[in-house]
C-alpha cells in the first residue's frame, strides 16, 4: 500500500501546484515588464507630455481628480502614447467617494482603450460610439427595472463606432459580461485589473482589503487592435461624487504568437467579439453574466483533472476494499 500512498501523494502535490499556477494568472505587477510610457503614477510627472486631461480634471500629488463632488461635471486624463502591444494588462488604482447617502451618487467611471482621444461626451464623460474597449464603473442605477443587479456594477463593452451606450438600460443591450462591486467610500485602495491577450479579455477587482484578485469579465472570442490609446473618464449629474485615479500602470504580457498572428497588421484590425449568443441575452441573465462564454483552457485543464483524480481515487478504493476482503476470506480456510 506504500506505492498507493506514494503515487496520492505526488498527484495531490500536482494538482496544488497547478492551482497556484492558475491563482498567478493576473500578473503580480512585474516591474520589468511595466510600460511607463503608457503608465500613470505619482506624482504624475508625465502629465502635459505623455498625458492630457480635460474637463473638471484636476491633477495633484496624491491623485487625479476627474469629477470634484459637485453637479453636471466631466473629466477625462488621455495617454498622449498610442499603445502597440498585443498582449497587455492594464492595473488601476481608484477611489470613488462622496457625501451622497445611498442610492444618491453618480455617476461613475470608464477606463477607456480606444481610437480616438479627449472626444467629450455622454458615456461617463466620453464619446458615444466609440472604436475600442471601455470598462464602466458604474455607480447609479438608472434602469428601475433591472433590480437583479445591485450596483455599482463594473462591465465590459466592445464598439466598432456603429453602438449607442444605451443610458436607461444601464448599458445592457451591449454589455459583454459584468458584476456588482461595492467600491464606493471604502477606507482601503480599490482595484481593477483589466488583461487582454490571446483574443481574451479578463477583468478582475480587488475591493474587499483582501490583497487578492477576484474575477469579474472573463470573454473569449474578442478582437481589438495595436495603436489605440488609454484613457479614464468619470462624469455627473444631478447627483455627484468624487472620481479619482491614483495609479494606472500597463504591463506587457510575454506571449508567443504564430508565424501568421506575427505577420498580421494588428492596426487594421476592427474591434469586435465573436459570442455564441447576442449581448442583448445578458437582459435575462440576472447574473449579468455572460452565459454563453466558452470555457478558458485552464478551466477545462481543472475540470479534467478533477475527473482523473476522481478515477484514480475510485481506482485505490476498490484496490484497498478487495485486498481486505482477500485477507478476509483467507483467515475462513
Same mark, same amino acid.
Given at each position: 500500500?506504500?506505492?498507493?500512498?506514494?503515487?496520492?501523494?505526488?498527484?495531490?502535490?500536482?494538482?496544488?501546484?497547478?492551482?497556484?499556477?492558475?491563482?498567478?494568472?493576473?500578473?503580480?505587477?512585474?516591474?520589468?515588464?511595466?510600460?511607463?510610457?503608457?503608465?500613470?503614477?505619482?506624482?504624475?510627472?508625465?502629465?502635459?507630455?505623455?498625458? =492630457? &486631461?480635460?474637463?473638471?480634471?484636476?491633477?495633484?500629488? *496624491?491623485?487625479? #481628480? +476627474? @469629477?470634484?463632488?459637485?453637479?453636471?461635471?466631466?473629466?477625462?486624463?488621455?495617454?498622449?502614447?498610442?499603445?502597440?502591444?498585443?498582449?497587455?494588462?492594464?492595473?488601476?488604482?481608484?477611489?470613488?467617494?462622496?457625501?451622497?447617502?445611498?442610492?444618491?451618487?453618480?455617476?461613475?467611471?470608464?477606463?477607456?482603450?480606444?481610437?480616438?482621444?479627449?472626444?467629450?461626451?455622454?458615456?461617463?464623460?466620453?464619446?458615444?460610439?466609440?472604436?475600442?474597449?471601455?470598462?464602466?464603473?458604474?455607480?447609479?442605477?438608472?434602469?428601475?427595472?433591472?433590480?437583479?443587479?445591485?450596483?455599482?456594477?463594473?462591465?465590459?463593452?466592445?464598439?466598432?463606432?456603429?453602438?449607442?451606450?444605451?443610458?436607461?438600460?444601464?448599458?445592457?443591450?451591449?454589455?459583454?459580461?459584468?458584476?456588482?462591486?461595492?467600491?464606493?467610500?471604502? =477606507? &482601503?485602495?480599490?482595484?481593477?485589473?483589466?488583461?487582454? *491577450?490571446?483574443? #481574451? +479579455? @479578463?477583468?478582475?477587482?480587488?475591493?474587499?482589503?483582501?490583497?487578492?484578485?477576484?474575477?469579474?469579465?472573463?470573454?473569449?472570442?474578442?478582437?481589438?487592435?495595436?495603436?489605440?490609446?488609454?484613457?479614464?473618464?468619470?462624469?455627473?449629474?444631478?447627483?455627484?461624487?468624487?472620481?479619482?485615479?491614483?495609479?494606472?500602470?500597463?504591463?506587457?504580457?510575454?506571449?508567443?504568437?504564430?508565424?501568421?498572428?506575427?505577420?498580421?497588421?494588428?492596426?487594421?484590425?476592427?474591434?469586435?467579439?465573436?459570442?455564441?449568443?447576442?449581448?442583448?441575452?445578458?437582459?435575462?441573465?440576472?447574473?449579468?453574466?455572460?452565459?454563453?462564454?466558452?470555457?478558458?483552457?485552464?478551466?477545462?485543464?481543472?475540470?479534467?483533472?478533477?475527473?482523473?483524480?476522481?478515477?484514480?481515487?475510485?481506482?485505490?478504493?476498490?484496490?484497498?476494499?478487495?485486498?481486505?476482503?482477500?485477507?478476509?476470506?483467507?483467515?475462513?480456510?
Amino acid at each position: 500500500m506504500s506505492g498507493f500512498k506514494t503515487f496520492l501523494s505526488s498527484i495531490f502535490i500536482f494538482f496544488l501546484v497547478e492551482c497556484c499556477l492558475v491563482g498567478c494568472d493576473i500578473t503580480d505587477g512585474n516591474a520589468e515588464h511595466l510600460k511607463r510610457e503608457h503608465s500613470l503614477t505619482k506624482p504624475y510627472q508625465g502629465v502635459g507630455n505623455q498625458w =492630457d &486631461f480635460w474637463g473638471s480634471t484636476l491633477v495633484t500629488s *496624491s491623485y487625479v #481628480r +476627474l @469629477t470634484p463632488d459637485e453637479r453636471s461635471k466631466q473629466g477625462s486624463i488621455w495617454n498622449t502614447v498610442p499603445c502597440y502591444l498585443k498582449d497587455w494588462e492594464m492595473h488601476v488604482q481608484f477611489k470613488v467617494h462622496g457625501s451622497g447617502k445611498k442610492n444618491l451618487h453618480g455617476d461613475g467611471i470608464a477606463i477607456w482603450y480606444t481610437k480616438d482621444r479627449l472626444h467629450p461626451g455622454t458615456v461617463f464623460g466620453n464619446q458615444d460610439q466609440f472604436h475600442g474597449l471601455a470598462i464602466f464603473l458604474d455607480t447609479f442605477r438608472n434602469d428601475l427595472h433591472g433590480m437583479d443587479r445591485s450596483f455599482p456594477y463594473i462591465s465590459a463593452m466592445v464598439n466598432n463606432g456603429t453602438v449607442s451606450y444605451d443610458h436607461g438600460k444601464d448599458g445592457r443591450s451591449s454589455e459583454l459580461g459584468g458584476c456588482s462591486a461595492d467600491i464606493r467610500n471604502r =477606507d &482601503f485602495d480599490t482595484y481593477l485589473a483589466i488583461r487582454y *491577450s490571446r483574443g #481574451r +479579455l @479578463t477583468v478582475m477587482v480587488d475591493v474587499d482589503d483582501k490583497n487578492e484578485w477576484k474575477e469579474c469579465i472573463d470573454i473569449g472570442g474578442v478582437r481589438l487592435p495595436t495603436g489605440y490609446f488609454f484613457g479614464a473618464s468619470a462624469a455627473t449629474g444631478d447627483l455627484s461624487d468624487n472620481h479619482d485615479v491614483i495609479s494606472m500602470k500597463l504591463y506587457q504580457l510575454m506571449v508567443d504568437h504564430s508565424p501568421e498572428e506575427e505577420n498580421l497588421d494588428w492596426t487594421k484590425i476592427e474591434p469586435s467579439v465573436s459570442l455564441f449568443k447576442s449581448p442583448k441575452d445578458n437582459i435575462d441573465d440576472p447574473t449579468g453574466n455572460f452565459r454563453g462564454t466558452p470555457l478558458t483552457g485552464w478551466k477545462v485543464f481543472l475540470l479534467l483533472l478533477c475527473a482523473l483524480l476522481g478515477i484514480v481515487v475510485c481506482a485505490v478504493v476498490g484496490a484497498v476494499v478487495f485486498q481486505k476482503r482477500q485477507e478476509r476470506n483467507k483467515r475462513f480456510y
